[in-house]
């Protein structure tokens, strides 16, 4: 069973809109969350982070929001430009967990010209 | 180079086959971590190495799976007597202590493996 989802495989905005890309998890026992963003033929990179006991954290063009309630996360990307079409990878981890992340399977965003 | 490296980039095995893939971290990141990442799926952790040793290898699926970093730096993944499902990009990352979930973590390119 899935414990980090993100609903959408695929999202199309148009450049200078806003992007908004949703990440949902089940285990109430995440800390902390990330957002990867990857290229083709490269490597996941690191974009934002945010630990649960925020709800909000911005950095530039992208601010991350959190809503433990509802086990909820969202990347929000203002504007958006074409060099941000990439697959975005929401990732969590637990206290537990040691230092591994749990991935969801990813969102391909499309920003068009 | 200044990023983690991984080889070879692609690698085309036959079903029962041995494979080796190599992960050159960046200098000086003394933990090291691999993934797996199937055909639209995120990347599914396989083990991570704190130093030479194995801190967490909970993520193998199998006994056939088995990862070394003998000297802190480089890392191999192992996999013997190859399947079909084994067929996947496989990621290693390094970060910079590992000790905290802080510790961002960077990422090669990937080898993709086929098994045929």
């Known amino acids: 069973d899935q414990q980090v989802k993100q609903n959408s495989p695929s999202l199309s905005v148009q450049e200078g809109r806003i992007s908004i890309l949703n990440c949902d998890y089940t285990?109430?026992?995440?800390?902390?969350f990330l957002w990867y963003k990857k290229y083709p033929a490269e490597g996941p990179t690191f974009l934002i982070s945010i630990s649960s006991i925020k709800d909000k954290n911005e950095d530039g063009r992208f601010t991350v929001f959190l809503n433990k309630s509802a086990k909820h996360l969202s990347l929000h990307i203002v504007p958006s430009q074409p060099g941000d079409s990439a697959v975005y990878f929401c990732?969590?981890?637990?206290?537990?967990?040691?230092?591994?992340?749990?991935f969801g399977p990813g969102t391909r965003l499309s920003v068009l010209p | 180079g200044a990023g983690v490296s991984q080889t070879p980039s692609n690698k085309v095995t036959e079903k029962g086959k041995y494979v080796e893939l190599r992960c050159d971290p960046i200098s000086g990141h003394t933990a090291l971590y691999w993934y797996r990442q199937s055909l639209g799926q995120g990347p599914e952790f396989l083990i991570y190495f704190q130093g030479t040793g194995a801190a967490d290898d909970s993520g193998l699926p199998n006994d056939r799976f088995f990862a070394v970093r003998p000297e802190g730096s480089v890392s191999t993944l192992k996999i013997q007597r190859t399947e079909r499902g084994d067929s996947a990009v496989y990621l290693c990352?390094?970060?910079?202590?590992?000790?905290?979930?802080?510790?961002?973590?960077?990422f090669g390119p990937g080898t993709r493996l086929t098994v045929l």
């Open positions: 990732a969590a981890h637990a206290g537990n967990y040691g230092q591994n992340f749990v």
């Open positions: 285990n109430s026992m995440f800390d902390y």
């Open positions: 990352a390094s970060s910079f202590a590992g000790t905290g979930i802080t510790d961002t973590q960077y």
